[in-house]
């Protein structure tokens, strides 16, 4: 059996091979039965089975570690679900591992199952791990699939060597090998040519291959295979002729070779040595596929998994999981399609020669039928079957390192089992179950173990909300036995790394955001020794920068103490004097800035502004209002003609923004900025600090007449030798904004200083560019925000449902809603009309509920028009009583919000059932 990360340039192992003795059967008279197999096989799976039925040895012999054969009793346990793979790791050195993994299909694992079920011994015979890792750590052989096999690179190795089964695919006349290798051993029934067929058949294949390599091998290739034939003669010393030897196809050449006990003693003579653990773990069938970078891995691992579990018709099982998987995904696909896929299939098999149909005809078959001729769905069933996400399984008695078994007795009382595929959790941490998760997660993430990464949350931005992305793959087994070394559960190895990464980190912002973490993990003993350092780096660094970045980190873990309960006085504290330190050395560093330095400096001002706008005065009791000493220095910033045009504009917006400058004294400065006298490249930076950033600034253009004239003018005065310096730093400007923000500027711009002076919805022009409030226009809103607030069913007060009487005694309304429901102010009034008509047209007013209309009288309520388009098509609405003419609030408090449907003589009053 190879290693994971045994074979990367996919030689001996790498691709599988099959072998048989050379005298024409799978064992000599006198020597040990040889099964060449192709790793990961499920034809060599079924024949090695076979075989070993029919032989019956007295003990197996499977290509792997020896420090493994203590586990081997473990594969028999009910518990235990390949895929899963033997884990070495060095004691002194975790991260340096190597992994063998073994999958249902894998012959290695049949053999080891057979062994166990016939009460036959089992061992493992390949070079051992403590040698395997320690000539790694000699080597220096980083990678991540480092092992057995050595870090040769492929590129440099000839075909033979690169991959000896494409060799023999090429001289039995193919260019697929693995088309090749389906059609020769895995489409082959168990009775063709007997139970040892295909082992002799490809050790003859191999030994011809082999005899053409120069120099017999290469690498670590021949000290392994020297320790294979030593166990080999040890285990027919012990055991006689009965021994079965279950390795790599094309070490069976070797193994059948004779050489002298003392050559081989030779080669392994002074092989450095290292101390190594070794367990089970479970493994994915995403990791077996070659894709991931497995030397010895197969192309569609889920396929074969099929292959060996189908106990008859594998084509049409395989077409009925392929149909339940569109199904599942709202695929239209049926029995009929699942017919007419298996004849495509049996029918392209027939032209091209095929025995049966291979994975190629029943993809064909697949997209043609069922995904029709789409590849979009046909990459999901690739992803979803023919790799698959299957995650084996160990039991709870495989070894394990104390921080293992405290990660699985969380993960179970969480309720929180790893998968392969990936997932999204969303949390609420005010369920303790949730907050749970939430702390093994962030604790894990200190400890470097990425089973989960925070994502963005869809549906609450709330800190009471959280989103994690999950996915579980092998390696974080080694990232496990690494993180042992911390603790030996999780919150206590946690903690220790926690402080041993304050002691160790590089700069503030560092130290601010591992202080973040410790209380989003919930460290309380971490979070003392993390902060008293991030007091110290805080006291000695002078750098504003580094303080600038730090100080949101400080800001956003105060949002926690309220959900999570964490105490968070000492962290308000330091964020508070760090805010403090910022506010002196802000303006003398933002002095003799370039562009990009300016730039840079823009985005520590934005930062600081967030976290002090959050801060407010609480944070620092005793210290004064940071607010308002954050606002004085943005007024310093704004004032200097040292700072940079990018700073001093990011400072008035922000000042402009948070209300600390009226709009009067902003436009002011901004013509200051614009005026002649100031060169065009600091006023083009002014305007990027101003209007640039994402942060709204196009719509200050479209809504401020006197800030959108300044730049228009200025803009139209730059000379034509700088306009071209400037356009760089417009267009970065400009292109941040939304396109309708931009295509609404560009109208203002056409129309001209004329066209957008008092341009209102009464003089025609586009609404919403007025100096005044469109109070029309405000209305139609109402509705809405009383539904959002509650209000809808609440009864008019202060003048706001009914409407207020004027000086002459008029009821006129004023609100947006009546007893009958929302007015529909959707369509604006015509200007062209008289106020009085659209003021009487029956605006809502409360209903008399003591005369109603009869049935005939009462209108469906889809024909509404809102009091707007009364006004517009029909005038007022008059009452037919002389009465309600002259008392026109009466009357619109008898009509109510009723509506005046098509064909309705306007005198009429009508009511609409409410």
Known sequence: MEGAESTRDGRPGGNGRGGAGSDGSAGSGSGPLLLGVRHHGPGSARA????????????????????????????????????????????????????????????????????????????????????????????????????????????????LR??????????????????????????????????????????????????????????????????????????????????????????????????????????????????????????????????????????????????????????????????????????LVSSAHVIEAVRLAETLAVLRGRPLPGLSETTEAVRAVMCEGSDVPLTLVHDRLVVGDVLGEVPEGAPAVPLQRDLARLQRRLRLKPEASERELELDLRKETDAGRSRLLHRLRLLGIGWGEPASSRGSTGTFRETWRLRWEPELSVRVAEAGVWGTTVPAAATAKAEADAVTAQTLAEV??????????????????????????????????????ALPALVRSLRYGDVRGTGTGALAEVAAGLAERIFVGLPPACAGLDADAAQEMCRHVDAVHGAVELLGDAAAPGDGDLRTRWRAVLHALSGRDTVPGAVRGRAVRLLLDGGGLAPVEAARLMGLVLSPGTRPADAAAWIEG????????????????????????????????????????????????????????????????????????ADGGAPGFATGLDTGRADAVLPVVRLLLGLEGEGAGEGEAVGEADPEGDARPTGPTGPTGPVDRAVPTDPARPADLVESAGLPGPVDRTERAGPADRVDPSSRVSAADRADSAGPVVSASPADSAEPAESADRVGTSAVPAGCAVEEPVEVDA
């Open 690 to 761: 101003f209007f640039g950033g994402g942060s709204g600034g196009g719509m200050l253009l479209l809504h401020d007449e006197r800030l959108l004239a300044l730049v228009d003018g200025w803009l139209t005065g730059v000379p034509a030798e700088a306009f071209t310096d400037v356009l760089p730093l417009l267009r970065r400007t400009f292109s941040a904004y939304e396109p309708g923000v931009r295509r609404g500027i560009g109208e203002l711009v056409r129309r001209g200083p004329e066209g957008r002076v008092g341009v209102t919805a």
């Open 162 to 331: 690169g991959d000896p089964l494409a060799v023999l695919a090429e001289a039995a006349g193919h260019d697929d090998p693995e088309l090749w290798w389906e059609d020769a051993v895995e489409h082959r029934h168990a009775d063709e040519g007997g139970v040892l067929a295909p082992f002799t058949a490809l050790e003859e294949a191999m030994t011809a291959l082999r005899e053409t390599e120069e120099g017999g091998g290469h690498g670590r290739e021949p000290v392994r295979e020297a320790y294979m034939r030593l166990q080999v003669r040890a285990a027919q010393r012990e055991f006689g002729r009965g021994v079965a030897v279950v390795c790599g196809a094309w070490h069976v050449p070797a193994l059948r070779r004779k050489v002298t006990v003392g050559a081989d003693r030779a080669l392994l003579k002074g092989l450095p040595r290292t101390k190594v653990d070794m367990t089970w773990v479970p493994w994915t069938h995403r990791r077996l596929s070659r894709a991931s970078g497995y030397g010895a891995g197969v192309e569609s691992p889920g396929w074969y998994g099929h292959l060996f579990d189908a106990p008859d018709r594998p084509v049409e099982r395989w077409l009925t999981k392929v149909a339940g998987l569109l199904r599942a995904e709202d695929r």
């Open 48 to 159: 090695v089975r076979a075989a070993l039925e029919a032989a019956r040895p007295g003990i197996v012999l499977i290509e792997g570690p020896p420090e493994a054969d203590a586990l081997i009793p473990l594969a028999a346990d009910e518990d235990m679900r390949p895929p899963v793979a033997l884990l070495a790791h060095a004691v002194d050195e975790p991260g340096r591992s190597a992994f063998w993994p073994l999958a249902e299909f894998s012959p290695e694992w049949v053999a080891v199952r057979w062994a166990l079920e016939h009460a036959v011994p089992a061992r493992f015979i390949d070079l051992p791990a403590t040698h395997t890792l320690a000539w790694r750590a000699s080597e220096d052989g980083e990678g991540e699939f480092p092992g057995p096999e050595g870090d040769e690179s492929g590129a440099a190795l000839p075909g």
């Open 512 to 549: 601010t955001t591992l202080a973040e973490h410790c209380l989003l993990a919930e460290l309380p003993d971490a979070l003392g020794p993390v902060m008293r350092i991030l007091a110290d780096r805080a006291a000695l660094d002078t750098d504003v920068g580094h303080l600038a970045q």
